[in-house]
């Protein structure tokens, strides 16, 4: 079973930044492609920026120019580097698997995600 641990999370003030981690055992990570996706209260859930093995990325237009994702295989991690948050970020982040067309694949299991919520 895949286990997926992000961290990173918090309450930050709008225009704040926050930095999101994903985690895995093994080469889970280094070998699939991967993606951050969100859960706002009441929504469904939804994938928010994807990167290849080779570091190719793509974005929801809600976070083009304000997120960035990114990745390193030798420490089978990716990360969520959030810049000017504003208070519809607020959602539970997880990352998982996306496809080779950088659409959602996510494996059969999620991790507990971490809880963003911003806020003045």
């Known amino acids: 079973q895949v286990q997926l641990v992000e961290s990173g999370g918090g309450l930050v003030q709008p225009g704040g930044s926050l930095r999101l981690s994903c985690a895995a055992a093994?080469?889970?990570?280094?070998?699939?492609?991967m993606g951050w996706y969100r859960q706002a209260p009441g929504k469904e859930r939804e994938l928010i920026a994807a990167?290849?093995?080779?570091?190719?990325?793509n974005y929801a237009d809600s976070v083009k120019g304000r997120f960035t994702i990114s990745r390193d295989n030798a420490k089978s991690t990716v990360y969520l580097q959030m810049n000017s948050l504003k208070p519809e970020d607020t959602a539970v982040y997880y990352c998982?698997?996306?496809?080779?067309?950088?659409?959602?694949?996510?494996?059969?299991?999620w991790g507990q995600g971490t809880q963003v919520t911003v806020s003045s």
């Open positions: 998982n698997r996306v496809s080779v067309h950088l659409a959602p694949y996510p494996f059969d299991s």
């Open positions: 093994g080469s889970i990570i280094s070998f699939n492609y």
């Open positions: 990167i290849t093995s080779g570091g190719r990325t």
